[in-house]
């Protein structure tokens, strides 16, 4: 039994994880150019404690405070106000010199644009503006903005790596969520019982199908199938094993299709499958090879009988004019086959609806 995780489900719980590399690299390389300033102005034993603290702890302290959070995001956001808060104030205490501090306030601007927005963005230049008084306030107003060459050398390793790993980041975040929206526009064409595609997905396929069919002159057939009896399965059974039964027939159906057949659950215990590039008489023994497989199946442990398949044949034709006359001729092939004892194969217009039965 695998253990239960306690954070699965919580909104937001990867956010800190994911902030949380950029802001060890991020505030360690500001450590390095705010460095720079501090070496050639002499700062004091107390600003190098503080700026210690900010650049090799306090990355720790925030990812903690962010995964023990009720709201992971809202933390995380609060913590980036934090960190625009804390370049404010460097750049006071760096007396607003000007290449460290223009590079430290535009790498946290961009950090606040990336994940939030410019509502985050607009929070984080208050923000700035904020520290920037409280260091005003505690070593007083003396602008120093010329940048040396040895301030210019501590800045480069910032300006150099970080926007390289933000674009990572930004890059590996694309990834994701274009994997995950192709995984849920996947999800939203599958029929969640049988695996197979929904009707709504399978009447676009199929309609492009007609229209490729009418353009280059070329065959197609349009089945439907239905089980069979398939009220008394769930009626004597239950619906879990009228599911199995589903399931068992869909795998059936989708075995000995080729990669350009198009196959799907229907509704209820009725499918459909569009088969390209092939005459009626083709999928008429294609049909009846799989209806007989069907009869001599096994279909679960849980369902110790049979089932058989009726199903019903329509041949793409100048007089279909589009995909509801075409699944219309299927349907009254299929109501045929019922009405002729089920258990049966009926191509749309045959005179012999008995000929194909078993």
């Known amino acids: 039994m695998t253990k239960e995780n306690p954070s699965a489900g919580i909104p937001g719980r990867g956010f800190p994880r994911r902030v949380y590399p950029a802001r060890v690299i991020g505030v360690g390389l500001g450590f390095i150019s705010v460095a720079g300033v501090f070496v050639s102005a002499g700062a004091p034993p107390w600003a190098w404690l503080l700026l210690i603290l900010n650049g090799f702890v306090w ?35 760096m007396q607003f010199n000007l290449l460290p501090s223009a590079l430290l306030l535009a790498m946290l601007s961009m950090d606040n644009m990336a994940l939030g927005g410019m509502r985050l963005f607009l929070r984080g230049l208050l923000a700035h503006l904020a ?46 969520l274009d994997a995950e929206k192709r995984n849920l526009l996947e999800r939203s064409r599958i029929d969640a019982l049988t695996g197979l595609w929904n009707r709504g997905y399978w009447q676009e396929r199929a309609l492009a199908e007609l229209s490729r069919c009418r353009r280059q002159g070329t065959p197609a057939v349009l089945v439907l199938a239905d089980i069979d009896h398939f009220k008394s399965i769930n009626d ?25 057949d198009i196959l799907c659950r229907y509704g209820g215990e009725e499918f459909a499958m569009v088969l390209p590039d092939t005459e009626c008489a083709g999928a008429l023994v294609f049909i009846e090879r799989l209806r007989e497989t069907i009869m001599r199946c096994d279909l679960g442990p849980d369902y110790p009988g049979r089932v058989t398949v009726s199903f ?3 041949q793409l034709a100048p007089v279909i004019a589009d995909l509801p006359t075409w699944t219309e001729a299927a349907d009254t092939a299929l109501y045929q086959a019922k009405q002729a004892g089920r258990n049966r194969s009926v191509v749309h217009g045959s005179q012999d609806p008995d000929s194909s039965s078993s």
């Open 236 to 260: 004597r059974y239950g619906h879990g094993v009228g599911d199995q039964v589903l399931r068992r027939l869909a795998a059936l159906l989708q075995k000995d299709l080729r990669i350009s």
């Open 131 to 176: 520290g920037m008084v409280a260091g005003v306030l505690l070593v007083g107003w003396a602008p120093a903005p010329v940048t040396n060459v040895r301030e210019m050398l501590f800045c480069l390793p910032f300006l150099l790596i970080y926007p390289q790993l933000v674009g990572n980041i930004t890059f590996q975040l694309a990834q994701r």
């Open 312 to 314: 019903g044949l329509a």
């Open 59 to 93: 990355p720790h302290i925030a990812f903690l405070s962010a995964r023990r959070a009720a709201d992971p995001s809202r933390a995380e956001r609060r913590n980036l106000m934090i960190d625009a808060l804390g370049g404010g104030f460097w750049v006071a205490l």
